[in-house]
Structure formats: structure tokens, C-alpha cells
């Protein structure tokens, strides 16, 4: 009989997550059925989303939701052999017993010298959910100036590096003058600090007068309405996320961006990255070629131990990390 650990959402949030949110909880797996296999966790992702889905996607007493990459150690199904590994929807779980349907099997041939955490990153869903933000939503072209906020995180990180890998400018924001300074080392051409910038009107005309044709939004609320200000003629907006919003209480109201993209006639579009779930294999292969050429770094913020699962999630929401943020189990 395996024991395995698990969060539990105790109470939805409200506003700011709080410790008593949250319950760690042990229970007894069953033994693998026929076409089962027992799954070990071995890195888990925390991310942004959870906060927002955690509203319509759970009720209280539910396990947390979330991706993990996880060891077969049982195996009642030969598409899943034992010592593999896997990335699965298993949420927040330290085992786990499930029929193999929605895992994915860790990309063959992944390099012996890559870190299987980079599944749950820049080769995972934040490094598609930038691809695709920038080729299917923004339709980025060469020489484009590309505005990323959020830009030192999991998914923006990303972002600015393929922005510069298609002949691009970047201009990048950021929370903390660490982040603006691994900004620089990650190749972007204008990062600032939005925190201590005295008008961010000032710091996004100053990084690019001209103005930008593509902006990926990753933050929403206020930065948002002034960046809109700033974009070209026929600028093109991929809203990606809005995590200035995620712990409000009450919705954050106007200003209302409409004339101005009446005006400039811009084109904004949100979307959700498993949508071109049919292009990720693909899109995988790509991402881990420029990884291996050099040209993509990956930086990840781990944490250690599953009994941080909360700690490292409430970190998220208040820029701790700098690049994706992973429990290491
Ligand atoms: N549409 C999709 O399919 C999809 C997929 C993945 C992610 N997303 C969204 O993409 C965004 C980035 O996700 P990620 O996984 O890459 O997270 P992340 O950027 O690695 O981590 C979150 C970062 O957000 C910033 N932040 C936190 N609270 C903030 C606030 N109140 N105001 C402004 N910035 C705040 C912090 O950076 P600073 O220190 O720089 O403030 C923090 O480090 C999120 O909005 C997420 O929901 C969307």
C-alpha cells in the first residue's frame, strides 16, 4: 500500500492566499488495476493560473490542480514502463494512480543533460504558451519591437528570448533589479524596473520612442492601460494573463482602452496555449533545439520539498522567483 501526500484546497481564496487555505493530507492508493500505473512525483509546477481556476475549476475539499512530471514506478500498461517518466494533470500529489489517458510521456530523446523540470517550463507549457502567443496571436515579424511584462517570469522569459531569436527589439519590465539585470544577460535590448520607474509612460517611450507594434500581456490592470497608449498604429495586443487581477476582491475598472484602439486600430486577442495542442510536439522539438544550440536559457526557481507546495505558489504571486518556479519533491 503506497501513501501518497496531498494539498487540498481548504477554503476558496479570498484575495491574497493565506496558509489556512491549504491542508496537507495523506492518503492510501489502491494497487495499479489493469491498465494503471503508479505515478511518483518528481518536480511540480506552481503557477499563476491556479489562483483564477482554482474559482471555476474546484469546489473546497478538492486536491489543488496542476502539472507535475512524475517516475512509473508501477506499471500495469505497457505505453508507461516502469523508470519512465511522465507529465501529467495529476495536481498537487506526491503519488498517484491513474489509467495513463492524460499523460504525455516525457519527448524521446530528450538530452541526458537537460533537467526533466525544463517539462514543466521552457520545454513545457510556458515555453508553447510564448511560441504560441508570438506566431499564432501576434504574428511577430522581423524587426518588430515587442513589449513583454512580466518579463523575468516563466512564460516572459521566454517570450523576449524567441523575440530576439526572430531578429526583433525587446523591451522587457520587470518587478526587482535582479530581474532587469537578468534581463540583460538573456539578450533583451531595454528592460526596466516598473516598481521604481517614476512614470511608466516615461520608461515605455523612453525604451522605445517609436512606440511597439506587438505587446504580450502578462499582467493586465493598470500597466496595461498605459501601455495601450503606447502602441503603433496597427498594433497587435496577445493577452496572455492578467495576474495584477487575480487576488482582487472587487474587479479593477477603466480607464476603458476603446478609442484608443479605435484610434490606432489595434487588434487584441486572448487565448489560452491549448489551443494548437495538435502543433506541441512539434513546437516541443523547436524549443529544445534552440535550447541545445544555445540560443534559449531556461532559468528556474526551485523550491525544495513537496510540504512547500503553498509557500512556493504564494511566492509566484508576489514575484519571488525568476524564472519558472518548480517544487522539487
Ligand atoms: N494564456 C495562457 O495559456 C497562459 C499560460 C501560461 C501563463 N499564462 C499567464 O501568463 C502570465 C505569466 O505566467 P508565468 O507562469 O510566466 O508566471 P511568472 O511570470 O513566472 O510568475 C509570476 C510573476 O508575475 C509577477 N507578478 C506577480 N504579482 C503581480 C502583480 N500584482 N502585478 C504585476 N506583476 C505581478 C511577478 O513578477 P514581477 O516581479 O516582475 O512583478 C511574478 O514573478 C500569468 O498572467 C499567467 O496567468 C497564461
Not at 500495469?76 to 491513474?98: D, E, L, M, Y
Not at 511597439?212 to 495601450?228: H, K, L, R, T, W
Request: charged letters at 20%.
Amino acid at each position: 500500500m503506497v501513501q501518497a501526500k496531498t494539498w487540498i484546497l481548504t477554503k476558496h481564496f479570498d484575495g491574497f492566499p493565506k496558509d489556512s487555505d491549504f491542508q496537507l493530507k495523506v492518503e492510501e492508493l489502491p494497487a495499479p488495476k489493469d491498465g494503471e500505473v503508479l505515478l511518483e512525483a518528481v518536480f511540480l509546477s506552481v503557477d499563476p493560473y491556479m489562483r483564477p481556476f482554482s474559482r471555476f475549476r474546484m469546489k473546497e475539499g478538492d486536491v489543488m490542480i496542476g502539472s507535475q512530471v512524475a517516475k512509473v514506478v508501477q506499471s500495469n500498461n505497457p505505453a508507461f514502463p516502469v523508470g519512465s517518466h511522465v507529465v501529467g494533470r495529476c495536481g498537487w500529489r506526491s503519488h498517484t494512480v491513474c489509467d495513463g489517458k492524460d499523460l504525455i510521456p516525457i519527448m524521446p530523446d530528450w538530452p541526458q543533460d537537460v533537467s526533466l523540470s525544463l517539462a514543466l517550463g521552457g520545454i513545457g507549457m510556458p515555453g508553447l504558451t510564448a511560441l504560441s502567443g508570438i506566431e499564432e496571436v501576434l504574428g511577430l515579424q522581423e524587426g518588430e519591437t515587442l513589449l513583454v511584462n512580466s518579463a523575468a517570469g516563466a512564460v516572459g522569459s521566454m517570450v523576449g528570448q524567441i523575440a530576439k531569436i526572430k531578429g526583433c527589439k525587446v523591451v522587457g519590465s520587470a518587478g526587482s533589479d535582479a530581474k532587469v539585470a537578468f534581463l540583460k544577460e538573456l539578450g533583451f535590448d531595454e528592460a526596466f524596473n516598473y516598481k521604481t520607474v517614476g512614470s511608466l509612460e516615461e520608461a515605455l517611450k523612453k525604451a522605445s520612442p517609436e512606440g511597439y507594434d506587438c505587446f504580450f500581456e502578462n499582467v493586465g490592470g493598470p500597466f496595461s492601460s498605459v501601455a495601450i497608449q503606447q502602441m503603433k498604429t496597427f498594433g497587435r495586443i496577445a493577452v496572455c494573463g492578467a495576474i495584477s487581477t487575480y487576488n482582487d476582491t472587487t474587479p479593477q475598472t477603466g480607464p476603458y482602452p476603446h478609442l484608443t484602439m479605435i484610434l490606432k486600430q489595434l487588434k487584441m486577442e486572448g487565448f489560452l496555449q491549448g489551443r494548437w495542442e495538435h502543433k506541441q510536439p512539434e513546437s516541443l522539438k523547436r524549443l529544445m533545439g534552440w535550447l541545445k544550440e544555445g540560443k534559449l536559457q531556461c532559468r528556474e526557481h526551485i523550491t525544495r520539498g513537496f510540504e512547500q507546495m503553498p509557500a512556493a505558489f504564494m511566492g509566484i504571486l508576489q514575484g519571488e522567483n525568476v524564472g519558472k518556479a518548480v517544487v522539487a519533491v
